[in-house]
Nanobody, 120 residues
Framework: QVQLVESGGGLVQPGGSLRLSCAAS????????MGWYRQAPGNQRELVAS???????NYADFVKGRFTISRDNAKNMVYLQMNSLKPEDTAVYYC??????????????WGQGTQVTVSS
């Protein structure tokens, strides 16, 4: 029921900042765990950060202290504030919505992806 639309990607210099936004449409946004993933050419998609409906956060080791995930359930928005960017952060960043339906089954929704490029 939820559709995700991302924005905020672009080109930045090392040490710079970007704020990614993900707008969700649908009536059940507030019950999803929201996350940001990224995938660089030749690499597997990896989790960057996630946030539960109640606001609990989880971060990959490589972004701890630099990135902050947040959500505004009233606005159906999730954000990723990216500071102190490094060239190795260059990737396509994807917004994700996840909801576990049963012990064995989960429901995943993905945004279209937005390119983040950190120049050398």
């Amino acid at each position: 029921q939820v559709q995700l639309v991302e924005s905020g990607g672009g080109l930045v210099q090392p040490g710079g900042s970007l704020r990614l936004s993900c707008a969700a449409s649908g009536s059940i946004f507030s019950i999803y765990v929201m996350g940001w993933y990224r995938q660089a050419p030749g690499n597997q998609r990896e989790l960057v950060a996630s946030i539960t409906p109640g606001g609990s956060t989880n971060y990959a080791d490589f972004v701890k202290g630099r990135f902050t995930i947040s959500r505004d359930n009233a606005k159906n928005m999730v954000y990723l504030q990216m500071n102190s960017l490094k060239p190795e952060d260059t990737a396509v960043y994807y917004c994700n919505a996840n909801r576990r339906l049963t012990t064995a089954v989960a429901y995943n929704l993905w945004g279209q992806g937005t390119q983040v490029t950190v120049s050398s």
